[in-house]
């Protein structure tokens, strides 16, 4: 298995609750913010899915701005299972750059947007593939300022660069 960077990004979003979120995601982005849960509904049996629609709790509107979906990863499992899952948070936010999206924790999010040629480029810098004279360094320069707008945009000031495969 490959060895890949993964970015974490600090946050100060007000994750108290999924619509707390919702109301400052949508301040950050000026974007309407539709919120809740994945309605999965697996047929263990068959091992199929049966269900996979966005079920909406509310919504935070802005007039004539673009549309993104907060979906809370745990909600059904708050539901069925409250003990395991008490204090458990991970939202995922969907509609930055043409359908990615970021997934949104307590004090941090991973900024998992920039899977592109700027991010190939920076995983093979610490890779040791990185020559001075083939222009990637322009690349990793790029890469790293849309992370770093990524998390002004959410009011962070730090990002972890660290192994996706190892103790980092």
Not at 93 to 99: A, H, L, R, T, V
Not at 147 to 160: C, F, P, T, Y
């Amino acid at each position: 298995m490959g060895h890949g960077v993964t970015v974490l990004g600090q946050h100060r979003i007000n994750t108290s609750t999924l619509e707390t979120t919702a109301s400052d995601l949508s301040e950050a982005f000026n974007a309407t913010v539709q919120y809740g849960y994945m309605d999965i509904w697996v047929d263990l049996k068959n091992r199929t899915e049966r269900s996979n629609k966005f079920v909406e709790l509310g919504k935070v509107e802005r007039k004539n701005c673009p549309v993104y979906l907060l979906c809370d990863s745990f909600y059904m499992d708050k539901i069925y299972a409250p003990e395991t899952y008490k204090g458990e948070m991970n939202y995922d936010f969907y509609g930055m750059n043409d359908g990615a999206s970021i997934s949104i924790y307590q004090d941090s999010f991973s900024c998992n947007t920039h899977f592109d040629s700027r991010w190939n480029n920076f995983v093979r810098f610490f890779q040791g593939q990185f020559f001075a004279d083939s222009g990637w360094f322009a690349y990793i320069k790029e890469f790293r300022k849309t992370v770093q707008d990524e998390i002004k945009l959410l009011s962070g000031k730090h990002a972890l660069y660290g192994d996706d495969q190892g103790d980092s």
